[in-house]
């Protein structure tokens, strides 16, 4: 068994530059809870799947994918025992993690949904993606935080308010919510077929879809944008990091861009938020 020699998830600043300037994670300036956007670097996948591929379902070597995972915790600070994830479906369903399953988020089976959140302090958050839209909620009023995988389903669906919804039922003011939406596919690279630009259109408005050389570009960061105000959240609230998962193959896995031969990211939100203390790993 692999030795996972991981520190505590409670312990993280976001002003940290460990976490800040290290390779394995991006994270955004003015977000105030422990978070991160995987990168593709400093992991021990080959091929393909080089180097931190953090999916299980991709054919990699479960061997790598645990040291993978294992590196990224180290590097985030995070216990990987309260690492908790779902086996995601392209919906709009949220899961809770709660304090009876503290400590069970990598046992199967995993509950299928697209978001989870928490008011458990310290439980951390991830959701898998490779071109789809990281987005990572925090309410630093009321301790609270969500993960979210959009994807184009997703974003149909509306599930980022869905998010903003399940922390209001748990006491946030939506007004008081910080959102971060991480590397993902973007309009420059993401082309769409004529039915799906259309229903975009109509849903969101003409100015997600741009048409370029005779073909739609759909912005799925524009469409969550506006789902998150329509939310309640304020749109100077929401931080977007610039990356394109298809632009920098050096950094980031791309389905589109691969072929569907590539890995996954994990983005995670730890419940931890400045000024709390440092705990020991249990």
């Given at each position: 068994?692999?030795?996972?020699?991981?520190?505590?998830?409670?312990?993280?600043?976001?002003?940290?530059?460990?976490?800040?300037?290290?390779?394995?994670?991006?994270?955004?300036?003015?977000?105030?809870?422990?978070?991160g956007f995987s990168t593709?670097?400093?992991?021990?996948?080959e091929g393909p799947l080089?180097?931190?591929?953090?999916?299980?379902?991709?054919?990699?070597?479960?061997?790598?994918?645990?040291?993978?995972?294992?590196?990224?915790?180290?590097?985030?600070?995070?216990?990987?025992?309260?690492?908790?994830?779902?086996?995601?479906?392209?919906?709009?369903?949220?899961?809770?993690?709660?304090?009876?399953?503290?400590?069970?988020?990598?046992?199967?089976?995993?509950?299928?949904?697209?978001?989870?959140?928490?008011?458990?302090?310290?439980a951390a958050l991830a959701?898998?993606?490779?071109?789809?839209?990281?987005?990572?909620?925090?309410?630093?009023?009321?301790?609270?935080?969500?993960?979210?995988?959009?994807?184009?389903?997703?974003?149909?669906?509306?599930?980022?308010?869905?998010?903003?919804?399940?922390?209001?039922?748990?006491?946030?003011?939506?007004?008081?919510?910080?959102?971060?939406?991480?590397?993902?596919?973007?309009?420059?690279?993401?082309?769409?077929?004529?039915?799906?630009?259309?229903?975009?259109?109509?849903?969101?408005?003409?100015?997600?879809?741009?048409?370029?050389?005779?073909?739609?570009?759909?912005?799925?960061?524009?469409?969550?944008?506006?789902?998150?105000?329509?939310?309640?959240?304020?749109?100077?609230?929401?931080?977007?990091?610039?990356?394109?998962?298809?632009?920098?193959?050096?950094?980031?896995?791309?389905?589109?861009?691969?072929?569907?031969?590539?890995?996954?990211?994990?983005?995670?939100?730890?419940?931890?938020?400045?000024?709390?203390?440092?705990?020991?790993?249990?």
């Open positions: 068994m692999l030795d996972l020699q991981v520190l505590d998830a409670t312990c993280q600043n976001t002003s940290d530059p460990e976490i800040m300037e290290n390779e394995l994670w991006r994270t955004a300036r003015d977000f105030p809870a422990h978070h593709r670097k400093g992991g021990v996948s080089a180097s931190l591929n953090l999916g299980r379902s991709v054919g990699d070597a479960p061997e790598r994918v645990e040291e993978n995972l294992r590196r990224a915790c180290a590097a985030a600070r995070l216990d990987v025992d309260d690492l908790h994830t779902v086996s995601q479906v392209h919906g709009a369903a949220l899961h809770e993690v709660t304090a009876r399953l503290r400590g069970q988020g990598r046992r199967p089976p995993r509950p299928e949904a697209d978001a989870l959140h928490t008011a458990e302090p310290g959701v898998q993606v490779a071109d789809c839209v990281p987005i990572l909620v925090a309410d630093p009023e009321g301790r609270r935080v969500a993960a979210v995988h959009s994807g184009w389903r997703g974003t149909l669906a509306e599930i980022a308010a869905r998010a903003v919804e399940a922390l209001a039922g748990g006491g946030s003011r939506p007004e008081a919510l910080r959102v971060a939406i991480g590397p993902s596919i973007r309009v420059c690279c993401y082309v769409v077929g004529q039915d799906l630009a259309d229903r975009f259109r109509e849903r969101f408005g003409p100015e997600v879809v741009v048409e370029e050389d005779g073909r739609p570009h759909l912005d799925l960061v524009r469409a969550i944008r506006g789902t998150l105000q329509r939310a309640g959240v304020p749109e100077a609230a929401v931080e977007v990091l610039p990356d394109c998962t298809s632009c920098e193959p050096a950094l980031y896995y791309s389905h589109r861009r691969d072929g569907g031969i590539t890995g996954r990211h994990l983005a995670f939100v730890a419940c931890s938020f400045p000024g709390e203390g440092r705990g020991p790993v249990s």
